[in-house]
DNA sequence: GTATATGCAAAGCGTTTGCAAATAC
DNA sequence: GTATTTGCAAACGCTTTGCATATAC
């Protein structure tokens, strides 16, 4: 895993290539990403943050951009819930895919080569120019059975 | 494939077995579904149903109930655009997953035994009970790159 | 000093719901 | 006749946006 400092370096490196500013909320979100590892809510990283953050004005919206903006950039990604909306996590690991508990929300990562390489052979039969793909299973867990 | 008379007959007894209704607006959808090959919005079937029944009184709310009974009746089935709602299809095919063109929007469906089965062992590893899987590539169809 | 970013509140959009009227059975 | 279904409009939940103020540079 990337150290702390080395991200926060790719993430100020980008922002300024992009004539960006670097503030005290864009790195809290990042922060917050990289050190709780796991799946959140923007709803989530907002309440989170403000809890932990008493001293610093952070507003739902300024977590929506920030979030769009790491993900564009590839620092973050998302899965998608329907009308519930999206969660994100640090994006930096290997691509993964996702099993997800249908009764505890539990999000199980894994990673499977015989999966990826299919999916590229598949693209190639469509003549399919293939810039992303998801995977996920939905079920119950082991503990929720 | 199956005949429209059959399936008609498979939604109707299902109404019958749960005590539920056969209307004109129900009858709508599922012949919609049947005989427009492909992948609609609510919005899309509901704009679509008024301009060819002007004489049939639909309301969108309709739509959508009709939709999430067809579905949890496995007579229809969605996939899910994230914030951009969900597209519904007849769900009476063998299960299959999707490419999506990102330009176009158009959709591919295809099946993949490989897949199929690798996922069914990933669900097993992790002692999951597996409900449902998805797939989804993304990128650019033949036509648009 | 200037351009970008922010918080806030309002608007947006797909979806769901409460309700009185309409309809299937 | 009675229970379910409907259309309508209002409410919903997540997300985006306009704008005046604050802040990075």
Redesign the interface.
């Known amino acids: 895993m990337i150290e702390y400092p080395l991200l926060l370096e790719k993430f100020q490196t980008l922002l300024k290539e992009n004539a960006l500013k670097f503030t005290k909320q864009r790195e809290l979100v990042l922060k917050f990403l990289y050190e709780n590892n796991g799946h959140f809510t923007p709803e989530d990283i907002y309440t989170l943050l403000k809890e932990q953050h008493p001293d610093v004005n952070i507003g739902i919206a300024t977590v929506y951009r920030t979030l769009a903006l790491l993900e564009t950039s590839e620092i973050a990604s998302s899965i ?1 819930f ?1 009308v519930q ?2 969660k994100y996590e640090l994006g930096l690991k290997k691509h993964h895919d996702h ?1 997800i ?2 009764k505890c929300g539990n999000i ?1 990562e ?1 990673y ?1 080569e ?2 990826e390489e ?2 590229e052979e ?2 190639k ?18 503990k929720c ?1």
């Open positions: 998608s329907g909306g999206k099993l508990c249908t199980i894994f499977d015989i999966i299919r999916q598949i693209a039969k469509f003549n399919f120019q293939m810039t992303d793909h998801t995977m996920k299973i939905t079920g119950l867990c082991e059975q």
